[in-house]
């Protein structure tokens, strides 16, 4: 493969990072955390939010053909039956019958040694481990009150595919997008924020005529690839690699991972899969619903044939924070930056006093309130500007906007770039207009 990973220590200083500045926080922090969940802090949610919304806009908004979904996380039992989730979603797991440790069995080393405790030879025999979180609906908890968390967004679509066919009026081709928690009880989890339990998807399934799957699906492995390119992961650190046949999922009849060049090697970002007519023939066959599309010009009915760009929304944070970590020196000092796409950083601008005097403060306040309803601001005006500078630089914040004693006099500001570091002097009637051109 291409360029390996950056810096092995990278992983740790965004880790660090997060935490110093309120991105990412361990789940339950003054218990000791949970098991690989995490909390976003103030800036994190932003970030993550803008992460789905950037993918929504090219999914969705610029587009005439996907409509949008906001299903239920809460099934029918059912509908995992008919996606075959209850039988095969499910990873084979031994024991160790010397140290009680449990693995995946795909994941053990050659030597047949277990990790933990190195006895050879002590597994169990492999048992089949469903990954679904399995609940009670209802105050009984019995078998027939029994549902489960959805271990994908795709099946609330799939089982819409006809409301919003028939509401939306359109025609294959045509796609429903949607964003939302999932939930797998990963034997594994792991690397922070990359493998989780509990994560967030956005997927979006693209019903197509069945003669034009394979065109659809290169188009979408070639979109998505570009949209990470788009927003600010480099070429070298980001590969496509399609799925040997041994590993496709059920469904599948072919698949390609877009994968990132993690600090631990190359991993999943996000894949897109030719589901086929798989799932709406199986729904069909499990609710009794006719799910056939009839096209009305060549007067055929077909079940369409699907395909799925699904990504996680918490890894593309990772992997954006990954490729857009940097430290440079300035001036002999270190200066570290997040060198974040505009459409991501979670602090678009930030409105900076020179100091606390207050001759200043008017001023101040009136740009950061015009410019609050159109850009997620931040005024800060404890210590040294360029303090406060470096404050802004290590979150991404590609504006800033410095009130200095000769605003008073020539009304006008300036305005510093995050990675060139340049300052331009604006006229403050001009400053707002100029900020949000900036983010068009
Ligand atoms: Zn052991």
């Known amino acids: 493969m291409a360029k390996q990973p950056k810096q092995p220590d990278s992983m740790e200083r965004v880790v660090n990072l997060c935490k110093r500045r309120g991105l990412v926080f361990p789940s339950s922090d003054i218990y000791g955390g949970f098991r690989s969940t995490w909390d976003y802090g103030p800036l994190g949610v932003l970030l993550k939010r803008n992460v789905k919304d950037a993918w929504w806009r090219s999914m969705v908004q610029l587009r005439d053909d996907v409509v949008g979904l906001d299903s239920a996380i809460l099934m029918h039992p059912r509908v995992w039956e008919a996606s075959g989730h209850v039988a095969t979603f499910s990873d084979p797991l031994v024991d160790c019958k010397q140290c009680k440790s449990r693995f995946r069995q795909d994941h053990l080393p050659e030597s047949g040694a277990c990790p933990n405790c190195g006895t050879k030879g002590s597994f169990t025999e492999a048992r089949q481990f469903n990954l679904m979180f399995k609940t009670h609906v209802g105050p009984v908890e019995d078998e027939a009150n029994a549902a489960y968390l959805r271990p994908e967004t795709a099946q609330g679509i799939f089982v819409n595919f006809k409301n919003v066919q028939t509401t939306s009026r359109l025609k294959p081709p045509f796609g429903i997008a949607q964003v939302g928690k999932s939930f797998r009880n990963e034997i594994t989890p792991g690397n922070f924020i990359f493998r989780t339990r509990e994560f967030e998807q956005r997927e979006m399934e693209f019903f197509v005529p069945p003669a034009d799957g394979p065109k659809w699906f290169d188009y979408w492995v070639q979109a998505r690839h570009d949209w990470y390119i788009e927003h600010g992961i ?112 979670p602090i678009k601008v930030a409105v900076l006093p020179l100091s606390k005097n207050e001759q200043l403060a008017p001023i101040t306040s009136e740009i950061a309130s015009k410019l609050r309803p159109y850009l997620m601001i931040d005024s800060d005006v404890s210590g040294a500007i360029g303090r406060r500078y470096r404050r802004q630089d290590e979150v991404g914040t590609p504006y800033c906007v410095t009130v200095d004693f000769d605003s008073l006099e020539d009304s006008a500001v300036t305005v510093r770039e995050r990675d060139s570091m340049q300052q331009t002097r604006i006229p403050i009637a001009d400053v707002v207009a100029y900020l949000r051109e900036q983010f068009d």
């Open 234 to 345: 480099p070429e070298s650190s980001i590969t496509v690699r399609p799925h040997d046949t041994d590993e496709l999922s059920h469904y599948s009849t072919g698949t390609s991972d877009i994968e990132y060049a993690y600090p631990w090697g190359w991993g999943e970002l996000e894949g897109i899969a030719q589901r086929t007519d798989f799932d709406l023939t199986q729904h069909a066959k499990f609710s009794g619903e006719d799910l056939n599309y009839f096209d009305q010009e060549s007067g055929e009915h077909y079940v369409p044939h699907v395909i799925e760009p699904a990504a996680g929304a918490d890894r593309a944070a990772l992997a954006f924070l990954l490729s857009a970590y940097d430290e440079e020196e300035v001036n002999g000092d270190k200066r570290t930056v997040l060198r974040l796409h505009k459409r991501l950083a």
